[in-house]
T-cell receptor, first 112, second 112 residues
Framework: NAGVTQTPKFQVLKTGQSMTLQCAQD?????MSWYRQDPGMGLRLIHY???????DQGEVPNGYNVSRSTTEDFPLRLLSAAPSQTSVYFC???????????FGSGTRLTVV | AQSVTQPDIHITVSEGASLELRCNYS??????LFWYVQSPGQGLQLLLK??????LVQGIKGFEAEFKRSQSSFNLRKPSVHWSDAAEYFC??????????FGAGTILRVKS
């Protein structure tokens, strides 16, 4: 049982480059979220999805796009990377917030 | 809007001593509350959760938390800390739209 799988684990980008962080879950969860983690700020919600074809913005959505074409996958796209997007990114999934979310192992992104 | 406050950024305790990590939340209805732990370089692991019933909940690794509605608090406790408990701890509240809102985290250091 793989749970939530994030790729890549590490990435270095140059300012202005684009890339996609991949997230896949095999638990048939409807709810998926992307967070970024920065020191002293906890985890901040970027985008979330309540099911295939439905996404919405979280607390810090600027500079990021998402789509949810299948239940399993929820990729996060950085359109034009900026140094302020240097962070650790976590994907999470759940079938109900009442039982909490399962988190992936994270992607550490550095933008230079 | 839902929010979570963890007043202590860092806490240091001696091995074998008791531990209490504070968490205060803001939420209009009966909240879903969670504690997660993150070891260095790792993802988040769910320690325990509360959504109804007994206000004292037991979790993994010997942790417990008490929900106090009158104080809007959900403090995490452990009677005797082990060196392996050194990590960052996050309190979270379940929000509308099945989202999770996190506090800024508390870093626990254990001294021998």
């Amino acid at each position: 049982n793989a749970g939530v799988t994030q790729t890549p684990k590490f990435q270095v980008l140059k300012t202005g480059q684009s890339m996609t962080l991949q997230c896949a879950q095999d638990m048939n969860h409807e709810y998926m979220s992307w967070y970024r983690q920065d020191p002293g700020m906890g985890l901040r919600l970027i985008h979330y999805s309540v099911g295939a074809g439905i996404t919405d913005q979280g607390e810090v959505p600027n500079g990021y796009n998402v789509s949810r074409s299948t239940t399993e996958d929820f990729p996060l796209r950085l359109l034009s990377a900026a140094p302020s997007q240097t962070s650790v990114y976590f994907c999470a999934s759940s079938y109900s917030v009442a039982v909490g979310y399962t988190f992936g192992s994270g992607t550490r992104l550095t933008v230079v | 809007a839902q929010s979570v406050t963890q007043p202590d950024i860092h806490i240091t305790v001696s091995e074998g001593a008791s531990l209490e990590l504070r968490c205060n939340y803001s939420y209009g209805a009966t909240p879903y509350l969670f504690w997660y732990v993150q070891s260095p370089g790792q993802g988040l692991q769910l320690l325990l959760k509360y959504f109804s019933g007994d206000t004292l909940v037991q979790g993994i690794k010997g942790f417990e938390a008490e929900f106090k509605r009158s104080q809007s608090s959900f403090n995490l406790r452990k009677p005797s800390v082990h060196w392996s408990d050194a990590a960052e701890y996050f309190c979270a509240v379940g929000a509308r739209g099945n989202k999770l809102v996190f506090g800024a985290g508390t870093i626990l250091r254990v001294k021998s």
